[in-house]
C-alpha cells in the first residue's frame, strides 16, 4: 500500500505541475502566433456525438481522432476563442497560486475581467473545452464542483494540501461523514481495515446507515454520491477500488435515472470521454433493481413518460448490454412501477440493513 501511495501522490503532483507547464505553453503559442502576424488559433478535439465511441476495451465512451480549428479569424468564432483564452489565463493563475476554484466561482470571476459568458452553463462548458485542449480534467487546474457528497468509514488519510501536509484525519471523525472535496480528493490514502466500499445515492440513506453502524457491520467504506456523483467523487472512489484494492457496491433508487448513476460510476459518461481516471470498471450495481421491487413487494409509484423514454435510451446504450442490465431494463418496462430507496422501511426502519444489505451483497459479490 505504501508503494501504491507514493505513485499516487506522485501523479496527482505530477498532473498538477503537467498542467501549469501545458497552460503556459498554450500561452506562448499564441503569442508567437500573434507575433508571427497570424490571427491566433487553437485545435482541440471535437465533443460532438458523431466523435464519441464506447471503447469495449477500456469500459467507457473515448473521443476520436476527429479535431477542430478555433481561431481569431473566423468572426463566428471569436467570442467562444476568447472565452477558452481567457479560462486558461485563470487557470494558470489558480494553478501557479495554489489556489482553488468552483465551477461558480469561474462564472463570476470572469465578470471582474470584463470577460462575457450568459451563464453557467456556457462558462462550464469552455472549462469542458480547455480539458480537451490540455489533455488534463480540470481538477488538475484546480478548478472543482460545490462540495456534496461524502465519506464516512474507518479511513484514515493524510492531507497534501499547503499549510496541511502531513496532517492525518480517520473517515469517522465526523458523525454526518467528511465532505469529499479538493483537499480529501488528492489526500494519500493511508490505511483502512475495510474490505469493500458502499456508495449510496440518497443523504437519508447514507445517515441511516451510519446510524446502523454499516461501516462496523460490513467492514465498509461509505460513499453518498448525493444524486449523479460527482467527478471528484468518482475520481475518489476509482482511487479506493485501485489503490486499496477495495471492491466497490453502488445503491440507487429503482428507477431508470438511478440505473444511469450506477453506469455512470461504472463506465463514465459521454461528457468525460475525453478524460481518464473517472471510471470504476468492476464496481457493481447492486440494487434497488425492478426485480427487486416485485421481490420484495415495494411501494412504487408509476412510470412516466420522460420515465420510459430513458429506459429505451438506455436499452440502446452500449454500456447496458451486459444481461443484468437489459433483464431490469425490461422488467422495468414490463412493470411500469420505480420505487425509492426509502420504500424498505414499510418493513421497518432497519429492514434495509438487516435483510436487504447482506443479501444484495452476497448477490452481486
Known amino acids: 500500500m505504501e508503494e501504491k501511495k507514493r505513485t499516487s501522490s506522485e501523479s496527482a503532483l505530477h498532473k498538477k505541475m503537467k498542467a501549469v507547464t501545458d497552460l503556459k505553453t498554450l500561452g506562448e503559442a499564441l503569442y508567437h502566433q500573434i507575433e508571427q502576424g497570424e490571427f491566433p488559433w487553437i485545435k482541440m478535439p471535437t465533443r460532438s456525438i458523431d466523435n464519441i465511441y464506447y471503447s469495449p476495451e477500456l469500459r467507457q465512451y473515448i473521443l476520436g481522432e476527429r479535431r477542430v480549428k478555433r481561431s481569431a479569424r473566423n468572426i463566428r468564432h471569436i467570442r467562444p476563442f476568447t472565452q477558452l483564452v481567457w479560462t486558461a489565463f485563470f487557470a494558470h ?144 472512489i476509482r482511487r479506493l477500488n485501485k489503490e486499496l484494492e477495495l471492491p466497490v457496491y453502488i445503491l440507487t433508487d429503482g428507477d431508470p435515472w438511478g440505473m444511469h448513476i450506477a453506469m455512470v460510476i461504472i463506465s463514465g459518461s459521454a461528457n468525460a470521454a475525453h478524460l481518464r481516471g473517472l471510471a470504476t470498471p468492476d464496481a457493481k450495481w447492486s440494487g434497488v433493481w425492478a426485480t427487486d421491487i416485485v421481490d420484495y413487494k415495494l411501494p412504487t409509484d408509476p412510470l412516466t413518460e420522460i420515465d420510459v423514454k430513458r429506459l429505451h435510451e438506455l436499452q440502446r446504450d452500449p454500456r447496458y448490454k451486459a444481461k443484468l442490465w437489459q433483464r431490469e431494463i425490461k422488467t422495468f418496462m414490463k412493470i411500469r412501477k420505480k420505487a425509492e430507496q426509502e420504500a424498505f422501511s414499510r418493513y421497518g426502519l432497519t429492514y434495509i440493513v438487516d435483510e436487504y444489505l447482506p443479501a444484495k451483497l452476497e448477490e452481486t459479490k
Open 93 to 236: 493563475q489558480l494553478s501557479t497560486q495554489r489556489k482553488t476554484s468552483t465551477l461558480r466561482d469561474v462564472y463570476y470571476s470572469a465578470q471582474a475581467y470584463e470577460m462575457s459568458f450568459k451563464d453557467q452553463s456556457e462558462s462550464d462548458n469552455v472549462i469542458t473545452d480547455l480539458e480537451t485542449v490540455i489533455g488534463l480534467a480540470r481538477e488538475d487546474f484546480n478548478v472543482f464542483p460545490e462540495e456534496r457528497s461524502a465519506v464516512f468509514g474507518d479511513l484514515t488519510i493524510e492531507y497534501t494540501v499547503p499549510g496541511y501536509e502531513g496532517r492525518r484525519m480517520n473517515m469517522t471523525s465526523h458523525p454526518d461523514g467528511l465532505m469529499i472535496g479538493p483537499a480529501l480528493t488528492y489526500s494519500e490514502l493511508v490505511k483502512t481495515s475495510a474490505d469493500k466500499v458502499i456508495a449510496i445515492e440518497k443523504g437519508g440513506l447514507f445517515t441511516r446507515f451510519i446510524e446502523e453502524n454499516v461501516h462496523k457491520k460490513f467492514n465498509a467504506l461509505l460513499v453518498l454520491t448525493a444524486g449523479q456523483a460527482p467527478r471528484a467523487t468518482r475520481h475518489f
